[in-house]
């Protein structure tokens, strides 16, 4: 879901759709597909388009599991899929304070923001 979310922000920042357009979740073909996978060919369409990545934040929302044991690796393993420096990725967590489906334990949510610059 993270990937997935960093990869929306990397399309709409390049104004290239969306993940659900360009890999469709009805396709086999994308069956179990690896998210990080994905979002390395996202990043490879942004590069044809003239644009990389400078950087990215996303916000994971959820009461558990608790994400600071994990967040270290997390940047690193989207680091290596957006070709950016780990420091140019945060990945922060919250809770909802049991509000929503999040704060019931019933769901998990990210949201991410990217800053393309020319390539």
Aim: aromatic residues 4%; charged residues 15%.
């Amino acid at each position: 879901m993270v990937a997935h979310a960093v990869a929306d922000a990397v399309l709409g920042a390049a104004g290239l759709g969306d993940i659900g357009q360009l890999f469709p979740d009805d396709d086999p073909a994308y069956q179990g597909a690896d998210s990080l996978r994905l979002l390395e060919d996202v990043v490879a369409r942004a590069l044809a388009a003239g644009y990389a990545v400078g950087n990215v934040d996303v916000v994971v929302v959820c009461e558990a599991p608790r994400l600071a044991p994990h967040r270290a690796l997390m940047a690193t393993n989207l680091a290596r899929a957006l070709q950016v420096p780990a420091a140019c990725v945060s990945v922060k967590a919250t809770t909802s304070e049991g509000m929503g489906y999040e704060g019931r334990g019933e769901g998990i949510s990210a949201t991410a923001v990217c800053l393309l610059v020319q390539a």
